[in-house]
């Protein structure tokens, strides 16, 4: 009779150890990436591209209109900076970066200065947020329409303005509010002659602070938004008024979310921001 050998279960242990043996470990570095034909590590570095962008833009300079009242004025010609992060594939190398310059120019350099925000014309939408000080957000607005580069702002598609520009430091009022919005839309029309999308952002009480922001559908029904609403139709009718000629862009409503949330695991860049732009509160008397 021959004998029967029995194997003995491995422990639960040993199972572990095994299994954990066996499991494919992470991936840090992929060394065979420079040997990949030149199309596809192309096409590889702009699905790293991010989808478009809410690029925030900041000057430390006085507004023209509080400065001409000094005799010596005194306007920081550093440029303008943003808080809104890099895009990646300007660090990686020579490659990347090549390929990213493509989409991203430096710009908006103030008084013959370079430019220092990377900004694609074609997919980001420069924002005008809320400044601390009294109506600092349009002394900065005015600024940039007046000091920037003309080229940089001319190629802007796609702009969003914080409902802080029409305050006069931290009251409303409707008559200041109404003059404030007829002048900006008159900068727009004479600074960016190319503008798709004009977004106007509510003023928030407890506003983001984050480097990646986004612009998210706001309430129809809100107190703020309906009055924000009125004021920008009444200010874009009275602009067409006086310059009959200019075709305004396509305005509406959004406010502003983290984008940390939305951006988690995307791998495509979004072809363009129209579509989150169109989808957001917009005054029926106004649709086009």
Known sequence: ??????????????????????????????????????????????????????????????????ASNSPSPSLSTSGCTSYTAVPVNLHVCHESRREALASYRPSFGMTRNPGQI???????????????????????????MALCDPSDLADVRH??????????????????????????????????????????????????YDDQVNLVPANPHGMLEQRLARQTEAAMRAVCGLFPDW??????????????????????????PSGPISECFIPSSLAR
């Not at 030149?38 to 209109?65: D, M, Q, T, Y």
């Not at 977004?199 to 407890?206: A, K, M």
């Open 1 to 66: 009779m021959t004998p029967v050998t029995i194997t003995p279960a491995p422990s639960r242990r040993t199972d572990g150890r095994l299994a954990q043996a066996t499991l494919p470990r992470p991936l840090d570095h992929f060394h065979l990436f420079p040997r990949l034909p030149v199309e596809l590590r192309l096409r590889i570095w702009g699905f790293n591209l991010p989808p478009p962008r809410v690029v925030s833009i900041r000057c430390g300079a006085k507004s023209l209109s509080f």
């Open 118 to 144: 990377f900004f694609d014309k074609a997919h980001d939408v420069l924002y005008f947020g809320a400044r601390d000080g009294y109506m600092a957000s349009e002394a900065q607005f005015l600024t940039v």
């Open 159 to 208: 702009l969003a303005i914080n409902d802080s520009l029409f305050w006069v430091d931290s009251t409303y009022q409707s008559m200041s509010a109404a003059n404030l919005a007829i002048e900006v839309l008159k900068q727009v029309r004479l600074r960016m002659p190319r503008l798709e999308r004009l977004v106007f952002v509510p003023r928030d009480e407890n506003p983001v």
């Open 247 to 272: 075709t305004p862009p396509r305005w509406c409503i959004m406010a502003l979310g983290t984008a940390t949330s939305e951006t988690e695991g995307q791998t495509t860049r979004a072809p363009s």
